[in-house]
């Protein structure tokens, strides 16, 4: 069960459909007797049966866990399960800024408030706000060391962080394997609160919506004509990926987790079940400057998705020695919540990462790509002149929002050069210098033609007109997801028509507006 059906952010098998609350006596396989004397293997005694043992974790307490392997679970009455879950409903009010106090949070000036959630099935989200008029440069909290999770804390040793994360898993897979085991810790897991506040996030950001890599294929279907379907997918495989290597963690970090009475990763937890949680962690995951590899991604309580993000923001959570710290960039009044800086990062991978499209986005952008032909005969001499000019044969433009003519500009001399088909022209290409190539009128109205046709290829690869986009956006009813996907569709159409009226524009100034295209057997590749 998980937070894609409205339970929790780290889900885990049977008894975890109680939340937090420890999980019912139940015996322990032999697998993890294995496991804990030195002789685990893999494939050994695991045959998916539910065996009897008990063992003692640090502290000398002995306990009973659940151990399968595969997705075999152990079922508990529905008696046990009626009461765990009124349990769960009253552990779910934990007081995580009271905690922190208790675990040397210094006096700061920010609360936590709600906000209703849009699907009356979720608890409203929580949120930080600042508890007393605030002015730019106040210090609105400083969060020690202690109560902020990184790599260095979790895998205790910093070469061992750097040598996972240089290789094929991510300090964001590393940190979800550690949060999941800690869930399975319930409330013994000092992170207890910290693990509530995010279940009940569910990692929405503050337009109440989960990352695209949770969404259902129907929901997918809200992206048609955009690359955000395309980016989701690859980001999901990646994520895959990385579950296929999370034993690698294990049996690097034994120190680490042999701490923890279950059974390896991937036998521990379903690849969803995985997923989730790492998308959970993305969605709140910070990254410091200044720091070492093994602290660079930090989860810090009070910080997103507590916290907003937004792209024209000057405020960024900061390590200051052994603190993590936010100094305001504008003032706000008591009550009011607040937002830090994101970093550059376009819309797409804003509704990816956190859930939201930013409308004032001045980072945001189109990625259109050209490729010189190979087959071209001129296709070696071409390259060379295009890595004179720092492009490559296949060439990545990114249009920003706002400076679409200029990206239009930008890409027109790159198009030129692979439009040349006559060796003599070429010879003189290769003898001029810079970007600037000269070309027939009719190649000119060849290349802006091609430029054109792209434009309005892409901007007819939306199923909906702009009036129709507007008419979603204006409903209160409209799903959420459709609303979040529909922000992100407008402003690429929007982008894309700029681009077009820039081409049409320029193609209006030609001298020679009754010359017909030159025919080119070697034109370049647009995606």
Not at 401 to 427: F, N, T, W
């Amino acid at each position: 069960m998980g937070f894609c059906n409205g339970v929790n952010i780290f889900p885990y098998h049977s008894y975890a459909a109680t939340s937090f609350s420890s999980p019912p006596k139940v015996w322990l396989s032999r697998s993890y007797r294995s496991f804990v004397s030195g002789k685990y293997n893999v494939g050994s005694n695991c045959t998916g049966q539910v065996g009897r043992s008990g063992v003692r974790i640090p502290g000398g307490r002995e306990v009973f866990r659940v151990v399968y392997c595969r997705d075999t679970l152990a079922a508990e009455s529905q008696q046990t399960e009626r009461a765990s879950q009124v349990k769960c409903a009253a552990q779910d009010d934990v007081d995580l800024k009271s905690w922190m106090h208790k675990h040397g949070l210094p006096p700061c000036k920010v609360e936590l408030r709600e906000r209703a959630s849009k699907d009356g099935k979720h608890k409203p989200i929580h949120y930080v706000a600042a508890s007393e008029n605030l002015q730019p440069g106040d210090i609105a909290f400083t969060i020690p060391s202690s109560l902020v999770v990184t790599l260095e804390r979790v895998l205790g040793n910093e070469t061992i962080a750097e040598l996972l994360t240089t290789n094929k898993l991510s300090e964001l897979a590393c940190l979800a394997l550690y949060l999941m085991y800690e869930k399975k810790q319930g409330k013994e897991s000092f992170w207890y609160p910290f693990i509530c506040e995010l279940d009940r996030q569910r990692g929405r950001g503050q337009l109440a919506v989960e990352s695209p890599l949770l969404w259902s294929s129907e929901d997918l279907k809200y992206f048609t004509g955009s690359p955000m379907k395309e980016v989701v997918l690859e980001r999901s495989a990646g994520i895959k990926r990385e579950y296929e290597e999370l034993d690698t963690v294990w049996f690097m970090a034994g120190s680490l987790f042999k701490q923890y009475p279950y059974d390896i990763p991937t036998e521990a937890f379903p690849f969803e079940i995985f997923k989730q949680a790492f998308v959970a962690v993305q969605s709140c995951v910070v990254h410091l400057q200044n720091v070492s590899l093994a602290r660079r991604f930090a989860l810090v309580p009070l910080g997103p998705p507590l916290l907003a993000y937004k792209s024209n923001c000057k405020a960024m959570l900061k390590a200051v020695g052994d603190f993590v710290q936010l100094e305001v960039d504008r003032p706000y009044k008591a009550g009011e919540s607040i937002v830090v800086w994101c970093g550059p990062q376009p819309n797409e991978r804003l509704l990816l990462n956190y859930g939201f499209v930013d409308e004032d986005n001045p980072y945001d952008r189109l990625v259109v790509q050209v490729s010189l032909d190979t087959r071209d005969p001129l296709y070696q001499d071409k390259r060379i002149i295009a890595q004179r000019n720092g492009k490559l044969s296949i060439q990545t433009f990114n249009i920003y929002i706002g400076r679409e003519k200029e990206a239009v500009l930008d890409m027109l001399p790159y198009l030129r050069l692979a439009y040349v088909s006559d060796p003599s022209e070429m010879q003189s290409v290769i003898s001029s210098q810079g970007p600037v190539c000269p070309v027939s009128p009719c190649t000119e109205r060849a290349v802006l033609d091609q430029l054109s046709s792209y434009f309005r290829e892409r901007l007819a690869g939306y199923p909906s007109t702009a009036s129709e986009d507007e008419r979603v956006l204006a409903d209160p009813t409209t799903d959420p997801k459709r609303q979040v996907a529909t922000r992100l569709v407008r402003i690429e159409k929007t982008m894309l028509n700029t681009c077009l009226e820039a081409v049409n524009e320029i193609i209006d100034r030609l001298p020679y507006l009754a010359v017909a295209p030159c025919p080119s057997p070697y034109g370049p590749t647009l995606k």
